[in-house]
Nanobody, 114 residues
Framework: QVQLVESGGGLVQAGGSLRLSCAASRSIFINVMGWYRQAPGKQRELVADITFGGRGNYADSVKGRFTISRDNAKSTVYLQMNSLKPEDTAVYYC?????????WGQGTQVTVSS
């Protein structure tokens, strides 16, 4: 079993920045790591994910503002969020997909005030 520990959420004004981090509890091979978010009354949606080789994939709503990166040696994924908007307010969940498995973090709240 692997636990994902997230950090970096909080309250920020519109236009500000936050950086989320997510570390796996042990070093394992993880094909894809990513971030999802869920706003009140909405379904969970993909924000961005990144392959082991470093290829990133982004939701249209965050392209040009968010950057995903990872440190494979530390089994850690990061999400740098710039130019934040009130509509980015949500609980952000880390996700890790090792071969034949799927893990979720506990979620971290991001609130963007207008």
């Amino acid at each position: 079993q692997v636990q994902l520990v997230e950090s970096g959420g909080g309250l920020v004004q519109a236009g500000g920045s936050l950086r989320l981090s997510c570390a796996a509890s042990r070093s394992i091979f993880i094909n894809v790591m990513g971030w999802y978010r869920q706003a009140p009354g909405k379904q969970r949606e993909l924000v961005a994910d990144i392959t082991f080789g470093g290829r990133g994939n982004y939701a249209d709503s965050v392209k040009g503002r968010f950057t995903i990166s990872r440190d494979n040696a530390k089994s850690t994924v990061y999400l740098q969020m710039n130019s934040l908007k009130p509509e980015d307010t949500a609980v952000y969940y880390c996700n890790a997909k090792p071969p034949f498995d799927n893990y979720w973090g506990q979620g971290t709240q991001v609130t963007v005030s207008s």
